[in-house]
């Protein structure tokens, strides 16, 4: 095991138990890393984690938002969440919901256009930064001593398939991150049109400022997701049938039996499977997708039954029971890594959730912008 993760499981093994199964995390102690403690990178850390940092000093925001490569989703009414079988707590109770018109990508924000805001702004993303130790021990139970200041280094979270049961199949991995995914002897060579990865909520933010657009609300993205369809179970309908070819998850018996069913072993080029009715590209599977609003598992408790919500920006803190110590943000859509015995976060009422300052080799992210 990553001597990270050792310094982790320590004084935590016995507290923090939750399998993250929609998420495609393992029950051991990588949940915590991947989803809670912003240890993708160690490294958004630096600035805390409640918001994105910005592009360096003297740089210039983008002066050409457009809604080229973006659909206009007209807005209207829906039932969001799920009362279904496979729905987890957190979807539960569906409760109607209303929301404005909005301008969407249509597909997830590729590698080739997250590039072009780096070279324009110099941006570092959390995953290139060195850690802030302070605000790495505020995200962590009283009393837990500090990490060894050599693990103190940029890197990321690279999924890596067990070779045994009861093994982690996520790596904490120094330098991996946006440019070297699966670490330092990577590149993205072949991979302009795959959805950027390894970028934290902070860092999906700071583009979409630059972009001139901005995250969606959780209730736009799963609106837009459902493409007209009231409450179905998938994003293409009520079927169940031949997923490798709607959309890219895991093929096989997941995370030790992967076959390339739909011809990908990890992100796939954006727009290569079928849209949804709206003309929006992986909103199932491929990559998870951040979303602005901070994550609370009784959010829709706490809106249900008052009639239509409208516009619902989420709420003003997150708190995970789960992880106390590390306030969320949601993530939407599912990804590569989610198998139907494992993980069925590609269902358009599925959420997942991470600290602002995490990132993963399997989160990205797309942008909205508002009419006008």
Known sequence: MHKLFSWMAGPWQQRWRSAQRRA????????LIASGLGFAGLAGLAGGC???????????ASTQASTQGMVWIAGGEFSMG????????????????????????????TNAQFRKFVEATGFVTDAERPPDLAALMAQVPPGTPPPPAELLVPGSLVFTPPQAPGQPWWEWRAAANWRRPEGPASDLSGKDDHPVVHVSWRDASAYAGWAGKRLPTEAEWEFAARGGLHAAPFVWGDQKDDLGTRMNTWQ???????????????????????????????????????????????????????????????????????????PKRVCRGGSYLCSDNYCTGYRPSARMKSS?????????????????
Do not use: I
């Open 24 to 31: 495609g995390l393992p029950s051991g102690w990588a949940p």
């Open 252 to 326: 096989g018996q997941f995370p030790t039996v992967r076959e390339r069913g739909d011809g990908y072993a990890d992100t796939s080029p954006v727009g290569s499977f079928p849209p949804n009715g709206y003309g929006l590209y992986d909103v199932a599977g491929n990559v998870w997708e951040w979303v602005a609003d901070w994550y609370r598992p009784d959010t829709y408790p706490r809106r249900a039954g008052g009639g239509v919500v409208v516009n619902p920006t989420g709420p003003t803190s997150s708190f995970d029971p789960d992880e106390p110590y590390s």
């Open 356 to 372: 602002p300052d995490t990132s993963l080799a399997h989160t990205g992210f797309r942008c909205v912008r508002d009419q006008g």
């Open 82 to 109: 799920s009362d279904a079988r496979l729905a987890q707590a957190d979807e539960r109770p569906a409760h109607p919901v209303r929301v404005d018109g909005f301008w969407m990508d249509s597909t997830e924000v």
């Open 50 to 60: 409640d918001r994105p940092p910005v592009p360096s000093a003297g740089t210039q």
